[in-house]
């Protein structure tokens, strides 16, 4: 049984080392592989990684061509992973690597998705936790398929829930909404979510806004129909307004004071008459980028992944992987120069899988 281990990295130089040497001190009794992918890194994480791949075949790298996001970097690993189980986990140990034997025994006993269910997040603030937790009751209200509360992308997927989640394609990806939607077998497994090791966040307050607007408009149309409710109601409370106001027009001469009313009435409409606008622009804006089709990450460099076989809608790959020849009889004294995987270079363009 192979187990591979999806971790997209944005500028993580400091945890990946430590990710790896917790990943080994786990792993010991399991054979797996470790897909990093490179999402643009500015840092020497591209470096840290290519060497890591040189000592160790069973660290895969791939390297995009640019920032593409968290959620396109994930949808790469799960690509190229071989496993007959993938977990995808962030980089910065805050998804303790400790608790993947537990998933894997609930994998064994027939589970297609193992999710670890987050008892506590230290290290974040009470604000976040909040808002999350409010966020995913919400949208689990809002989408068809009700999503698991407390859990994030730090999953475990059986290799045909890993075939299937391949076949979901599309531009703007949510992958836990996918996740609920695929509807496959789901074990929870509570734990105690851990701060940071080292770095910054990269998901600041308004991108995390914007990430949970994409969930909301990748699983739900209810936005688009929240205006009809309010525009019935609006329009119901606006008719009864007509007759109270012909009523003072006839009976009584008090209509004049009323100006401050109708001002604030006119605010709150306009709002939300924008408000609508604004959602129904967002949903045709977004599928106007799904109707462009193109492809959702772009692979430039590959080490120790094998890119023959694999034909893949919506991805383009400009890199050869480099074979890990330098890996044979390598033990942790002896381990080759990080200068020989300098020297060798990478064929640009194998191919265009688009
Ligand atoms: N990440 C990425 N691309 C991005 C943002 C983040 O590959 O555009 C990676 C990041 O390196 C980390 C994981 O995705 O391994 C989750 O990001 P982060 O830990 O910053 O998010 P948080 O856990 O704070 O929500
Ligand atoms: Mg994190």
């Known amino acids: 049984m192979l187990l591979s281990i999806v971790i997209p990295v944005l500028n993580e130089a400091q945890t990946v080392p430590l990710m790896l040497e917790r990943l080994r001190d786990t792993l010991r009794e399991v ?3 470790a897909i990093f992918v490179d999402d643009g890194s500015t840092d020497a994480t591209p470096e840290i990684l290519g060497r890591e791949s040189w000592r160790d075949e069973r660290v895969k790298l791939l390297r995009f061509s640019r920032n593409f996001g968290h959620q396109a970097a994930v949808t790469a690993g799960l690509d190229f992973a071989n496993g007959d189980a993938v977990v995808v986990m962030d980089a910065d140990l805050q998804d303790p690597p400790e608790l993947l034997p537990q998933m894997l025994d609930l ?11 987050r008892n506590s997040r230290e290290g974040e603030t009470r604000f976040k936790q909040w808002t999350s937790k409010l966020y995913y009751r919400v949208l689990s209200r809002m989408a068809e398929q009700p999503l698991t509360p407390d859990v ?59 990430f949970a607007w994409t969930g909301i408009t990748s699983f739900s149309a209810f936005p688009l129909r929240i205006s009809i409710g309010a525009g019935c109601i609006l329009s119901g409370a606006g008719f009864l307004y007509l007759l ?3 009523y003072l027009a006839i009976w009584t001469h ?34 106007y980028e799904e109707a462009k089709k193109r492809p959702l990450y772009v ?5 120790n992944v094998s890119l023959a076989e694999i034909s893949l809608p919506r991805a383009v790959i400009l890199a050869e992987s480099v074979p890990a020849i330098a890996c044979i009889a390598i033990d942790d004294t002896e381990r080759p120069v990080p200068e020989v995987a300098a020297s060798i270079s990478i064929q640009p363009f194998a191919g265009v899988r688009a």
């Open 31 to 33: 054979a797996w592989e």
């Open 107 to 117: 994998f064994e006993q027939g589970y297609d998705i193992v999710s670890p269910r």
């Open 152 to 210: 994030g992308d730090f999953r475990l997927f059986s290799r045909r829930a890993v075939l299937a989640i391949r076949s979901l394609r599309e531009q703007h990806r949510y992958m836990r909404g996918m996740v609920a939607w695929l509807g496959l077998k789901e074990a929870m497994l509570p734990f105690d979510r851990q701060p940071r090791a080292a770095g910054q966040t990269h998901y600041p307050f308004l991108k995390m806004l914007r």
């Open 244 to 246: 109270r106001v012909m």
């Open 254 to 287: 008090a209509l004049v004071p009323g100006w401050a009313s109708v001002v604030a009435l006119q605010c709150v409409f306009s709002g939300m008459i924008l408000l609508a606008l604004g959602a129904i622009g967002d949903y045709v804006a977004k599928n």
């Open 299 to 303: 692979v430039t460099e590959a080490r």
